[in-house]
């Protein structure tokens, strides 16, 4: 824990944690090849990536509702249009593949071993759905026999943050929010799952960070990289 982390989680709880996929698991700039074919520059990932994380919200707020990988493969368009480049059905048709095939994140495996070993009870909640053969980002990353469920938002049809993302989980396990840890690389996420009743870990990856504002509630724990949160959550656990 830092300067940057709310008061630590009470020593034994929680016992499930609840694990973001998509920059918290996963590797999302295992894309930027694609970005810098179509753009000229492989920057254009991370602008597409916060558009898929606000018009995910936004339709949420808005009461409606599309999956997560549809939705990104017309942002790549949309992003055509301002950029003033042609997006090809090839290039949606790839943007479609790799969303299904990231990698994981190098310092995952050993955190998630680390986990497990020492009891914790892994989940996930992740804006992804499944593909048409019933298959998960996991899978195709090779982690989904680290976890015991994994769980889409495409259940409710609402993006994190929304609450019933996070109900989804706890009604489901049938177990009390404040039994549930959630693990994201996403400020916004562990905001979302807190106000829930959950308490919260940030994985800082390249390019988020804590956000300092005092009324806003800040995460339990905070590390750089999976190993380093495991660490902490074991110690609060003993």
Same mark, same amino acid.
């Given at each position: ?11 034994? &709880? ?6 973001? +996929? ?6 999302? &700039? ?19 990536? %916060?558009?898929? *994380? ?13 999956? *997560?990988?549809?939705?990104?493969? %017309? ?21 479609? !593949?790799?969303?299904?095939?990231? #990698?994981?994140?190098?310092?995952? &495996?050993?955190?998630?071993? !680390? ?8 989940? /996930? ?21 680290? *976890?015991?469920? $994994?769980?889409?938002?495409?259940? +409710?049809?609402a993006f994190k943050p929304a609450p019933r ?15 549930? *840890? ?7 996420? /562990? ?13 800082? !990856? ?7 504002? &005092? ?8 590390? #750089?990289?999976? #190993?380093?949160?495991?660490? $902490?959550?074991?110690?609060? !656990?003993?």
């Amino acid at each position: 824990m830092n300067d940057d982390a709310a008061p630590a989680i009470a020593a034994g &709880e929680p016992s499930i944690l609840v694990f973001d +996929v998509n920059e918290t698991l996963i590797d999302f &700039e295992s894309m930027n090849p694609l970005f810098q074919r179509v753009f000229g520059d492989a920057r254009v990932m991370r602008e597409w990536l %916060g558009h898929l *994380f606000l018009y995910s919200m936004a339709i949420t707020a808005a009461g409606l509702y599309e999956q *997560f990988f549809t939705l990104g493969q %017309g942002l790549l368009r949309m992003l055509g249009d301002i950029h003033g480049v042609t997006v090809t059905d090839a290039d949606i048709e790839q943007i479609r !593949r790799a969303m299904l095939a990231m #990698p994981p994140h190098p310092d995952v &495996e050993a955190g998630l071993t !680390r986990l497990a070993d020492a009891g914790f009870r892994l989940v /996930t909640l992740t804006n992804s759905p499944f593909d048409a053969d019933g298959r998960s980002p996991l899978e195709h990353a090779g982690l989904a026999h680290h *976890f015991e469920r $994994q769980f889409s938002v495409d259940t +409710v049809r609402a993006f994190k943050p929304a609450p019933r993302a996070y109900h989804l989980v706890t009604q489901s396990l049938r177990v009390p929010p404040a039994s549930c *840890f959630l693990v994201a690389a996403h400020l916004w996420d /562990t905001m979302g799952a807190q106000s829930c009743g959950y308490t919260a870990g940030l994985i800082t !990856r390249p390019g988020h960070a804590p956000l300092p504002v &005092e009324s806003l509630p800040r995460p339990n724990l905070v590390a #750089p990289d999976l #190993p380093g949160l495991a660490d $902490q959550l074991i110690r609060f !656990r003993r």
